[in-house]
C-alpha cells in the first residue's frame, strides 16, 4: 500500500467572500453585524455615517464607535483570524459588564457586503493608533486565502484624540479610544428608502418604553445615530423606540417567575378595563424523559395589540397628539414593528421578533384554534425582557 504524504485544506480566497454573502443576508443586516461588534467592545456611542454621493462605486459607510479599541495584536490574533472563537471563549465583553452578541467569529465579513474597500482604524485607551486596508476585489481572484497580505500599520494617534475626527462625534466625555470601520466604493446604492429601512431595523433592535408596571428594565447602555448626507437629512439623528407604540389599544403586561409563576395585569386603553391575571406556567420539556428542564431567569412580559380601523386610529391619534399622520401612515407604523421579540440588557436577541419569523408558531396555532378562527389576527408586538 501507498502512503500519500498527509494532505491538508487550504481554502481559496474566495470563501471570504462565499462567507460574507451567504451568512450575510443583506445590506442592513452586514451594518447591523458592524453595530453588534461595536456593542460587543464596550461602546457606548456607535455612529452609522454615510457620506459623499450613495451610489455603485462611489460614496463611503463608516461605522465609529467609542469602544475599547484593538492592539496591533488583537487585530493580528483576532480581526484577521476568520472564524475567530475570541467571543465564544469571552462571553462577557472586557469591562465585563456586557453578554457579547458574538459567537461564530465571521460578523466583520460583513464589511466585505458593503464596500469594495474596508479600512479599519483602531485606538486602545493611551495606545498608539493602528490601521489597515482591505480590498475585497483581492478575493475574487484566484489564489489561495494566505497569499493576500494586508499591512498592520501602528503609528502615534490622529484620528482618535482631542483634536481628531473622533473627538467631534461622540457626546460623552474625552475618550479618546474606539474603532472606525469605513467601507468605500459601495456596491449597492442607498436610496431614502434603504435608509428608512435601516433606521427602523436599528430602531427594532431596542425595547420601546417600557411600561410601568414592569418597574425597572434594563435599558440599552449604547446609543446609536445616523449621519446623513444632506439629501437624507430628515432620517439623521438618534436612533429611537418609536412612541407610537407607547398607546396599544390592549396589553397584557407583567412579571413572569423563573418558577413560572405569572403575575400579570390585562388592559383595555379604550374602555380602561383592567383585569389582573394570575396563573402558573409549567416548564415543559421536563416531561420529554429527560430530568434537564430548560432554565429561564424572571422575564417581564409586555404584550401589545391593536386595532387597526379607523375608529382605533381616531382614538390613537387623540392620545398620541399625531395630528399631521394618516390611518395609512399608523397602520404601517405598527405592522412595521409588528412581531414577538426577546430583548436581554436592553438589545433584542435576533432572529427573535423579525418579522417573518413566527417563533412562538402563533400563526399555525390560530388557524387550529375555532376561537382564534373568527377573529382576524390583530397586529401584536410582545417585548419579553429577561433581566439578568
Ligand atoms: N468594533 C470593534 N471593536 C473592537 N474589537 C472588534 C470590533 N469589531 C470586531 N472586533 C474584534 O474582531 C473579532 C471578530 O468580529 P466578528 O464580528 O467577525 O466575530 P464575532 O463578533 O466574534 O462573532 P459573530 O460572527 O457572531 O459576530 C471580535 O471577536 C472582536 O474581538
Ligand atoms: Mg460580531
Redesign the pocket.
Known amino acids: 500500500m501507498n502512503v500519500a504524504p498527509s494532505a491538508t485544506l487550504r481554502p481559496k480566497a474566495r470563501l471570504v467572500h462565499t462567507l460574507g454573502s451567504e451568512l450575510i443576508s443583506s445590506e442592513h443586516v452586514a451594518l447591523m ?1 458592524l453595530v ?3 456593542y ?2 464596550d461602546a457606548t456611542e456607535i455612529v452609522v455615517r454615510f457620506s459623499g454621493r450613495l451610489l455603485q462605486g462611489e460614496g463611503q459607510i463608516d461605522v465609529w ?1 467609542n ?4 492592539t496591533a495584536k ?1 487585530v493580528t490574533d ?2 484577521l483570524d476568520i472564524a ?1 472563537p ?2 465564544q471563549k469571552n462571553q462577557r465583553s472586557e469591562s465585563g459588564t456586557r453578554r457579547v ?9 460583513a464589511a466585505s457586503r458593503i464596500g469594495r474597500f474596508t479600512e479599519i482604524c ?1 485606538r486602545r485607551e493611551f495606545g498608539t493608533e493602528v490601521s489597515f486596508v482591505l480590498d475585497w476585489d483581492d478575493f475574487n481572484r484566484d489564489i489561495y486565502l494566505d497569499e493576500i497580505h494586508v499591512n498592520v500599520e501602528e503609528n502615534s494617534a490622529v484620528v482618535f484624540t482631542e483634536n481628531g475626527e473622533a473627538a467631534n462625534l461622540f457626546q460623552s466625555a474625552a475618550q479618546y479610544h474606539g ?1 472606525v ?1 469605513r467601507m468605500n466604493q459601495l456596491k449597492q446604492a442607498w436610496t431614502a428608502i434603504d435608509i428608512s429601512r435601516l433606521r427602523l431595523e436599528l430602531a427594532r433592535m431596542i425595547p420601546p418604553k417600557p411600561d410601568d408596571a414592569l418597574g425597572e428594565i434594563v435599558h440599552p447602555s449604547h446609543s446609536i445615530r445616523l449621519e446623513l448626507p444632506e439629501e437624507f437629512r430628515e432620517l439623521e439623528g438618534p436612533v429611537v423606540a418609536t412612541d407610537v407604540l407607547d398607546h396599544p389599544d390592549y396589553s397584557i403586561v407583567g412579571i413572569l417567575d423563573e418558577d413560572g409563576t405569572a403575575v400579570l395585569q390585562y388592559r383595555e386603553r379604550r374602555s380602561g378595563k383592567t383585569e389582573d391575571i394570575a396563573k402558573i406556567f409549567r416548564v415543559s420539556g421536563s416531561e420529554a424523559g429527560t430530568s434537564r428542564r430548560p432554565r429561564c431567569g424572571p422575564l417581564s412580559v409586555d404584550i401589545r395589540v391593536w386595532d387597526l380601523d379607523t375608529e382605533a386610529f381616531k382614538s390613537a391619534r387623540t392620545a398620541l397628539n399625531i395630528e399631521s399622520a394618516s390611518v395609512r401612515e399608523y397602520r404601517r407604523h405598527i405592522k412595521d414593528h409588528s412581531g414577538i421579540g426577546l430583548f436581554r440588557d436592553g438589545f433584542r436577541v435576533q432572529p427573535f421578533g423579525q418579522s417573518s419569523f413566527d417563533w412562538l408558531n402563533l400563526d399555525a396555532r390560530r388557524v387550529n384554534n375555532p376561537t382564534f378562527g373568527v377573529v382576524k389576527q390583530p397586529n401584536k408586538r410582545i417585548y419579553i425582557h429577561h433581566g439578568k
Open positions: 453585524e453588534k461588534n461595536a460587543d467592545a464607535d469602544g475599547h479599541g484593538m488583537t483576532v480581526w475567530t475570541y467571543r452578541l458574538g459567537e461564530k467569529g465571521i460578523g466583520r465579513l483602531t474603532t470601520v
